[in-house]
């Protein structure tokens, strides 16, 4: 099968190597087939497998790819059933009680078991590149703005606790170590740092994750990054700075400079610092340059803060204790920095640079023997992190209080839960052990790979036919109706996707995540007003955008969804703390409603980038979520609204049979197809039958029981009905195809095809069958997919029909009448010109699941 370049042509530089992903159809291979890679030219790459996922006849399901950046890159590849050709130097891992070691031909990395250092020290060949790699981080006791006279700062290091192969292999190795960051008998914020080394490359990828565990009323963090010692070389003349700019520009500067001087050392001199080489010898200068060196500033530190997404700054200085001077600015830096010298040095960067704002890149001390280079995700020059809540609660001490204010804001508030303890985020560095400064042409690719590292991609043809997923088809314009339909997914795809750069929605815990609904009045999304705000994953936007990918294949696709799996994965759902595996519904900040909830913290939404590149912090993330079920012992998310007395109990929770279980399954499917712990196949069948044999299944009602141990509901004799229109639009209508395909059970089938049947049905269609009425449900579009699906099933045109018509009526969402375009806004009724449309996140969202299921389920009728 053929594969591609994510952005198409042929990438200048790799980010080290890369990882892909690529699923194929039940019983295609045994899970130990191993796979030839062949250029686009014929030739032979060297290409390291192993499988991701499975099929439940033992069969494998997905596939992960490497291969390193030391291959020149073709611009297409053949992956095929064979044996894979080795490197011509295989990487090799060893290791002791203290150290391990990853040579990958060119570079030698140690990393340590214990300590503060997570990098002893990156050679290459005899020489030490850089050395004591180690995690900082620095803390106030107080917002800069309080009392900024009395703020107590305190520093912090990293401290291993472990230090592990997690994959090793010809090709690729990942070393991952986990610690907290400590100062004294202080220790805090738990980090997980994953770094990936490719065979015959000098690069190494960093993926970095820490969990914030402080008190966010007095633990302020000014600063967090990852910092090095490079060892500095020859005089300082040939000591060089490489700061990457906008686009491909490439401030290029030396230690001590020799141009523009009063005197001229001569042009083959400057030529060559210029350029980044060693400058000929002295003797050949002109002697009142030389004689005179010692006169000339050396300037050791250099400093590119990007503070904002629109604004870099650049500034140096001789030294500490010295004025800093203004250098040059501008305004989308690339990310990556240099210091070394004509022997070598070291390139490091960091991904998402002013996306993730506010990050620094600093050198220091390059005028001595050994310089400090540090990648800040959180710059010390910018204001320190303010988690707090943003209001005091205005009284609402009461869940009656709390409920009459949702009514006005839409803000589901209670005393304590908009807590950040347990958040994280994860960031991606790079860095690169050079044997010398590099060109300027040579400088701006290492950092356009460290700003979107290149990805290899199977086709939406392919991918489709692998059957993975469930429903869904490859983009098709086949016919009009086809098209028109296209053309929108396309106008209110792409409305959002540039909505995040015209609304500005950057910053660290920001990036990724988009707004939830507009105000026509202000010409702003919401931004202010409670549950309006951040959107939080709510009714499955990023589905919409990973399904968005698979189908056309477009590059702008994938980094959308990936920047939004990055975002709502980390800082949307806890990792530690009495919420742990609970994500937060909607809201002004990422962790302030008080609706802590699986439907939120769905593996629904990160096991798309999973399967599709191999990366091990989401597959982390996916397999924390296998027990999430216990999250209902400690904390009832109908508490609010109850009018019955419940107390949780292991045998007997509250765990409503679609929205919960829906989460709790989709993680669940996950971990079974990736072989993991056998109770989550375990659970996901219990789940899926006991609920079929409710008399009512999905729509059944009343007071459901769910066991913990095993998964199983509670038997249920009476025909009750409970049906809310959210119960299965985050993410059960894509994953039931999934789950009845693989189960290949009839009750499951039959009861899953009665609910989609009837949701949008007649109530007297919804007697005949449950006994009663299911009353007047909302999100009609939405559902229209749930029909679509009962057709299919069913082979049932008229069915089909329905589904088509209530697609087109649009309830709840975009009917055929919707103005399915932009108009463009300017001064003086907004603040800079911006797009508006008439969608809003949610409706988007279901609109473009809804369309891609008719499509796949019900597409031929698409003109009935």
């Known amino acids: 099968m053929g594969l591609h370049w994510l952005e198409g042509g042929i990438p200048a530089q790799l980010a080290a190597g890369t990882t892909w992903g690529v699923p194929w159809p039940r019983g295609s291979f045994a899970s130990d087939q191993q796979f030839t890679l062949t250029a686009g030219s014929g030739a032979s790459v060297p290409v390291q497998t192993w499988p991701t996922g499975w099929w439940p006849d033992g069969s494998v399901k997905w596939t992960a790819h490497a291969i390193s950046g030391a291959e020149a890159p073709a611009e297409s590849y053949t992956l095929a059933p064979g044996a894979a050709v080795e490197p011509g130097t295989p990487l090799t891992v060893t290791s002791d009680a203290r150290v391990i070691t990853v040579n990958t031909g060119v570079v030698q990395v140690t990393f340590g078991r214990t300590g503060e250092h997570l990098v002893r020290s990156i050679n290459r060949g005899s020489a030490v590149i850089a050395k004591d790699g180690r995690l900082v981080a620095s803390k106030q006791d107080r917002a800069s703005t309080d009392s900024p006279d009395k703020v107590k700062y305190d520093a912090f290091a990293s401290s291993i606790s472990s230090a592990a192969v997690e994959h090793s292999g010809p090709v690729r190795a990942v070393i991952k170590v986990d610690g907290k960051h400590k100062n004294g008998g202080h220790e805090w914020l738990p980090f997980t740092v994953r770094f990936y080394l490719y065979a015959g490359s000098d690069g190494i990828r960093v993926v970095h994750s820490f969990v914030f565990d402080g008190d966010e009323n007095k633990d302020f963090i000014n600063g967090i990054g990852m910092q090095f010692a490079v060892p500095m070389r ?108 004509p022997s070598g040095g070291l390139a490091f960067g960091l991904r998402n640079f002013w996306q993730l704002h506010p990050t620094e890149l600093e050198i220091s001390g390059a005028a001595t023997d050994s310089a400090t280079a540090t990648v800040w995700m959180w710059s010390p020059r910018a204001s320190a992190m303010d988690l707090r809540f943003y209001h005091d609660g205005m009284g609402q001490d009461t869940y009656a209080q709390q409920l009459d204010a949702l009514e006005i804001t839409y803000e589901d508030y209670e005393p304590g839960f908009g807590t950040p303890y347990g958040i994280a985020r994860t960031s991606e560095l790079m860095f690169w052990a050079l044997a010398a400064t590099p060109t300027a042409d040579q400088f701006a690719d290492l950092a356009a790979a460290n700003a979107t590292p290149p990805l290899i991609a199977s086709s939406p043809d392919h991918n489709h036919g692998a059957g993975v997923f469930g429903a869904w088809t490859p983009a098709d314009r086949s016919v009009p109706a086809k098209a028109a339909l296209e053309d929108r997914l396309d106008i209110v795809h792409k409305y959002h996707r540039e909505q995040v750069d ?363």
Request: include cysteine.
């Open 234 to 341: 020859g005089e300082l003349h040939d000591r060089h700075v490489r700061l990457a700019g906008e686009g491909r520009g490439v401030l290029a500067e030396a230690v001590r400079g020799i141009t523009g001087l009063r005197r001229d050392p001569g042009a083959a001199v400057r030529e060559a610092q210029v350029a980044g080489r060693a400058t000929p010898p002295s003797s050949t200068w002109d002697q009142r340059v030389t004689s005179r060196l010692q006169w000339i500033p050396a300037f050791g530190d250099y400093s590119l803060s990007q503070l904002t997404a629109d604004g870099f700054q650049i500034n140096k200085r001789t030294k500490r204790d010295h004025s800093w001077i203004k250098v040059d600015g501008g305004k989308r830096a690339s990310g990556l920095a240099y210091v070394g010298s």
């Open 502 to 864: 015209q609304r500005s929605w950057y910053g660290f815990w920001d990036f990724g995540d988009v707004m939830h609904s507009y105000d026509d009045d202000r010409h702003v999304w919401r931004y202010d007003v409670g549950g309006y705000a951040w959107d939080n994953s709510e009714l499955s936007t990023d589905s919409w955008l990973w399904y968005h990918y698979l189908r056309t294949g477009q590059s702008q696709a994938f980094r959308f969804a990936e920047a939004m799996t990055r975002h709502t994965g980390e800082v949307d759902v806890y990792h530690l703390g009495k919420y742990r595996d609970l994500g937060t519904r909607h809201g002004i900040m990422h962790w302030a409603d008080s609706a802590k909830q699986v439907r939120i913290s769905n593996a629904t939404y990160r096991r798309f980038y999973y399967f599709l590149t191999g990366d091990e912090r989401v597959g982390e993330l996916l397999k924390d979520l296998v027990d999430a079920d216990k999250t209902f012992m400690d904390l009832d998310p109908g508490r609010k609204v109850r009018t019955d007395v419940y107390t949780p109990q292991p045998d007997a929770l509250g765990v409503s049979n679609t929205t919960d279980w829906g989460a709790l399954a989709a993680a669940w499917l996950t971990e079974w197809e990736r072989n993991g712990d056998p109770i989550a196949r375990t659970k996901l069948v219990n789940g899926a039958t006991t609920i079929a044999a409710m008399p009512n299944g999905w729509a059944q009602g009343g007071t459901l029981k769910y066991n913990l141990a095993d998964g199983k509901y509670a038997p249920e004799t009476e025909k009750t009905v409970s049906v809310g229109s959210l119960d299965s639009v985050f993410g059960l209508l894509e994953l039931m195809p999934e789950i009845i395909d693989l189960l290949d059970d009839a009750a499951v089938t039959t009861q899953w095809v009665n609910y989609c049947k009837l949701y949008n049905g007649t109530s007297a269609e919804q007697v005949a069958i449950t006994g009663q009425a299911w009353g007047s449900q909302n999100l009609r579009q939405a559902y229209s997919r749930a029909t679509a699906y009962a057709a299919n099933k069913l082979e049932d045109p008229a069915l089909a029909k329905r589904a088509w018509k209530e697609l087109r009526t649009g309830h709840a969402g975009y009917p055929d009448s919707h103005p399915f375009s932009t108009a463009r806004i300017d001064a003086p009724k907004v603040l800079k010109p911006i797009d508006e449309a008439d969608f809003s996140t949610n409706a988007s969202a279901q609109y473009g699941l809804a369309v891609m299921q008719l499509l796949a389920l019900v597409g031929d009728h698409i003109n009935s």
